[in-house]
């Protein structure tokens, strides 16, 4: 179970018809790879984000999976052309079942 | 034919000194503008008090570094250290401690009950000590809190220097310097020159007489403290003031003066005084 786990996002708020935003996301997570030994010599156990989406008015833009290499708070920044108002949703899976949410509203001028 | 060929590998030596020299110095064609909007000056006229030790200017660490780094302290998202100062805004409003107080029920909002404060540490106290921000937020645990003392480098210590410090970013350094600060000021000032360890170094012998050019493969800045609490890349994690001097000494192979000290904080002062007049940058970042 991870501890303080929070998502940030930056979107811009308002962009022109078909423009391209650079949108980046952050979650601080411990990203514990399962490969590791605490002091007695135990594995500590795997918590890892394994998955992250990003959808746009419920369409899917970007759909990843996420290995137990990628280090602790993981960064996403990538670029999404925005041909309508409407709302950026990103979701970030734990492997604990926990599954973390932010949203974002674009308004295309 | 021989001749010829002479002639242009000169040439080439020529062309190389000249590209090693031009990254050797402060950077001039990058301005620090934090967010978009928060415009940043990053050297200043240097104080009457150093006696043209540093020429006419002081520059932050921010002008030594590269371009990447450079501009992941231009954007917050980017710059890690705020996931510290995120938790420390957290732990403002915590209350900790028998006497079970945060640091909200004295001190209200932090970004208006700390602006300033950074500029202005180390400094002296009401009792005539030489205080740094961490004794007085100690001061605050233990006796008003009655909560434990936090260690002078635990992470918990480091997110809380942080969050003050940014409260004072874009305002210059002002450590007062005479007074009853004097005779502090005196010791780090002496520390500053004097040399530690089997490679027998001080301070000036990299930071002042050397700035702007490598000791191996790390590139010399003045060493200004205006940016610390400051995110290192290198040990992907947040770096206080005594942490480096600490590590300074230690390169030095010297035997290292513990961080919290009566010595680091007297050298805290002086070389916080070497860049009175450039403007706090914290949380920074560097490699």
Known sequence: ?????????????????????????????????????????????????????????????????????ISTNPYFEFDARVPETGEFKFTWYDDDGSVYEDSHQVEVT | ????????????????????????????????????????????????????????????????????????QKDDFDNPMFLFVDAALEAWDTPDGSAGKSCADCHNGIDESMKGLRA??????????????ENYINDCRTNRMGAEAWGWNSQNMKNMTAAIGVQSR??????????????????????????????????????????????RSDHLSQGQINGFPLYRLKDQGAVSIHQRFVGCVRDTRGTTIEAGSQEFRELELYVASRGNGLVVETPAVRH
């Open chain 2, 1 to 72: 034919m021989k001749l010829q060929f002479t002639v242009k590998s000169a040439a080439v030596l020529a062309v190389t000194l000249a590209l090693t020299a031009a990254q050797a110095d402060p950077v001039e064609d990058d301005q620090l503008v934090i967010n978009g909007e928060l415009e940043m000056a990053t050297d200043a006229p240097a104080s009457d008090h150093l006696d043209g030790a540093l020429g006419d200017s002081v520059y932050s660490g921010w002008r030594f570094r590269d371009t990447e780094t450079r501009a992941m």
């Open chain 1, 1 to 69: 179970m991870a501890d303080n786990v929070k998502p940030r996002v930056r979107v811009p708020k308002t962009a022109s018809k078909d423009e391209v935003i650079t949108i980046k996301t952050l979650i601080s997570h411990p990203m514990e790879s399962g490969q590791r030994k605490d002091k007695d010599g135990n594995v500590i156990p795997r918590s890892i984000i394994n998955r992250f989406t990003a959808e746009f008015n419920g369409e899917l833009v970007v759909d990843a999976t996420l290995e137990p290499a």
């Open chain 2, 120 to 133: 202005q540490m180390p400094k002296v106290n009401d009792k005539g000590e030489l205080w740094s921000l």
């Open chain 2, 170 to 215: 874009g305002m210059p350094v002002a450590v007062k310097i005479d007074g009853d600060a004097a005779p502090f000021w005196e010791k780090g000032k002496e520390m500053y020159y004097t040399r530690f360890g089997q490679l027998e170094m001080s301070c000036a012998n990299c930071h002042e007489d050397n700035f702007g050019n490598y000791i």
